[in-house]
Each structure stands twice: as structure tokens, then as C-alpha cells.
């Protein structure tokens, strides 16, 4: 199965169990053909009470600060938390999911919405009410249920992450490319990697291993871990309405500021315009 079948996949469970479902790429590691995301549109919660309210500025900001900042407190305090239900500022509660790799927050998957037995709707006006009063109630054995078909879910999407980021290795590059390339893509995310944690791993002196990286890779060390970790960051602006220091942070960029500037100084433009030039061809693609 590829990414495509697996938007297909997603479809056919949202049809059978009559929710939608949101995927938060964490670490920008959604990379179709043409490195774009196979799954566009997946990180905005679709359901029609969720986009209402949405378009305002206010509403964008709770709404991003609800399902980005707090799950994000919420699971980093925690590291041992694979699932949970959250309500939001609307009176939504969504049953969440968390698929962790080497002690990493990888994807996050939400299935919604309802509303919760006996809670009315925290917005006064008429056109809220009747969306909320039309929301199915979660009840626990529900509850359960979608905390199992979202873990499988997710467990899923990262094997075809695991086995595409394997077939991006052509079998023909040494071992020992692969190992510094592996190294990169497994350790992007942490601010602390570096040539020197790279060379203990080796077993080889810093001097060494910086001419090992330049002779197998054809590029230094410091360069090599720029370009991944401006590709997730280039996923991570396109796929989610992360701010950019909590991008940062994921990616593994000492600050905002940092990023902003190493990203102007890649790309040739700065990540906020790349963000508002992205969405604006995703809005003008045809609708299938």
C-alpha cells in the first residue's frame, strides 16, 4: 500500500464509522511524489462545526491553540501517553491518538465529533446550537473503540513511512551512507545533533568522520542536516498552522529567529511567504 491508497484507506473508515479524521504530521515526515504531501487537508478537522467559526481570526486562534499548542503540552508532559479525549472551546470532544517512534511524537490522529452526555454548547449563538445538538454523543465503549482503529491507523502510516523512507536509499550507496543518512533523518528533530554524536557512534575522531561525510556524501555534515530539517520544516508550514517557534522546536532549530534566517538563506524566501504561496496553489488546484 502507498500514501495514496492510505488517503483512500482513511475514506473508507470515516464511511464506516461515521467520523472524520485529522493526521498532525509532528516532524513533517509526510513526503509524497514531488515531496508534497500525500495527504493534503488532513491536518484541518473537517467536520462542519469545526470549519464554522473557523475562518475568523479569533476562532483560527483557539481552534490553534486547542489542537496544536495544548495537545502538544499535553503529550510532551507526558511521554508515556499514548491516548486521550479532549473537548474544545466549541464543546467538541475528539478521541486522540499518538504514534511514538524511538521515544518520538511522530503523528497525531483525531476522530470526531461529538459532544459528551449531559454537556450543552458553550457558544450562544443559533447556527452553533444546531450543530452541536446534531453531534452524536461519545459514549466509553465508542471511545475505545476509535482509540483502536486509530492506533492500527497510525501504526500503519508509519510502516509506509518506515519503507519509504528505506526505498529513498538505492541499494547501490555504501553502508556507511546510509548509516550517516539514516543518523540525520533519525535525529534531525533533537537541537543537539551534531558531527560530534555522529563520530561517537562511529567510533571515529570528529576530524575523521567530517571528511567520511564529505567523501560519502558529497556535502558536509552541517549541510546535510540543514536540508532535512528544512524539508520537515517545508512540510510541517504546509501541512499544519504550527507557529513558526513551535516549528522550530520540531524541527530542531535553536529558535524562531534561527530558523527564519537559515530558511530565508536556503530558500530564498522567508517561511511565512513560502507558507501563504503554498496554500495559495493548493486553493487554485482543480477539484477532483
Known sequence: MDTFHFEQLLCDYEKAFD???TVHDELGQLRGLA???????????????????????E????CTQNCVSRINSIF?????????????WKGICEVI?????????????????????DNECPLSDEKSQRFYDSLPILTEDREKQLHRVLYT??????????????????????????????????????????LHKLAHELCLSVSR??????????????????????????????TTDLQLEQIAERTGFQSGSYFSRIFHQKEGISPG?????????ISNLPKV
Open 209 to 238: 568522520s567530517g571528511h567520511m561525510v564529505k567523501e560519502e556524501c558529497g556535502e558536509n555534515f552541517h549541510d546535510l542536516l540543514m536540508r532535512e530539517r528544512i524539508e520537515r520544516a517545508k512540510q510541517l508550514l504546509l
Open 19 to 21: 467520523i472524520f479524521i
Open 76 to 88: 510532551n508532559s507526558n511521554e508515556q501517553l499514548r491516548t486521550y479525549t479532549l473537548c474544545c
Open 153 to 194: 491507523l497510525g501504526l500503519s502510516l508509519m510502516a509506509l513511512l518506515r519503507n519509504s523512507e528505506s526505498a529513498k536509499v538505492p541499494s547501490y550507496l555504501s553502508s556507511r551512507q546510509g548509516y550517516i543518512k539514516n543518523f540525520i533523518r533519525h535525529n534531525a528533530h533533537n537541537s543537539g545533533c551534531s
Open 35 to 57: 515531496e508534497q504531501n500525500p495527504l493534503i487537508g488532513r491536518h484541518l478537522h473537517k467536520h462542519p462545526y469545526c470549519k464554522h467559526l473557523r475562518n475568523k481570526r
Open 273 to 281: 511567504r513560502y507558507r501563504r504561496r503554498a496554500w495559495n496553489k
Open 97 to 117: 491518538t499518538t504514534i511514538r517512534y524511538d521515544g518520538v511524537r511522530m503523528l497525531t490522529l483525531f476522530a470526531g465529533t461529538f459532544r459528551q452526555a
Open 59 to 62: 476562532g483560527e486562534l483557539l
